[in-house]
Nanobody, 123 residues
Framework: QLQLVESGGGLVQPGGSLRLSCAAS????????IGWFRQAPGKEREGVSC????????NYADSVKGRFTISRDNAKNTVYLQMNSLKPEDPAIYYC????????????????WGQGTQVTVSS
């Protein structure tokens, strides 16, 4: 079965850290760009960070710059999101997304989403 599975969420105090993992099964992430998204109750899903398929390019939302770090280990078929200095506005369900453009004439996108992992920040 082709799927992405997030893990590493949980409850942490403000200022604490968590490391989220996004592991692929049934396919290799080598050619996929990966994004982390989050959705808080009553809010739209927003992009948090993304990384190129080689890992040589990353991007971050302004709200997490300097606190979150995205990385990937293609040998482990896994992408990580290290979250430090967590704030009360960071709680959400965090999702990862894998995206690649196929080399057909239409550049058909192929993407997968994980089921999400809950991050809670509370004292």
């Amino acid at each position: 079965q082709l799927q992405l599975v997030e893990s590493g969420g949980g409850l942490v105090q403000p200022g604490g850290s968590l490391r989220l993992s996004c592991a692929a099964s049934g396919f290799t992430l080598d050619y996929y760009a990966i994004g982390w998204f989050r959705q808080a109750p009553g809010k739209e899903r927003e992009g948090v960070s993304c990384i190129s398929h080689r890992g040589d390019s990353t991007n971050y939302a302004d709200s997490v710059k300097g606190r979150f770090t995205i990385s990937r280990d293609n040998a482990k078929n896994t992408v990580y999101l290290q979250m430090n200095s967590l704030k009360p506005e960071d709680p959400a369900i965090y999702y990862c997304r894998a995206l690649v453009l196929l080399s057909d004439m239409q550049l058909t996108p192929r993407q997968y989403w994980g089921q999400g992992t809950q991050v809670t920040v509370s004292s």
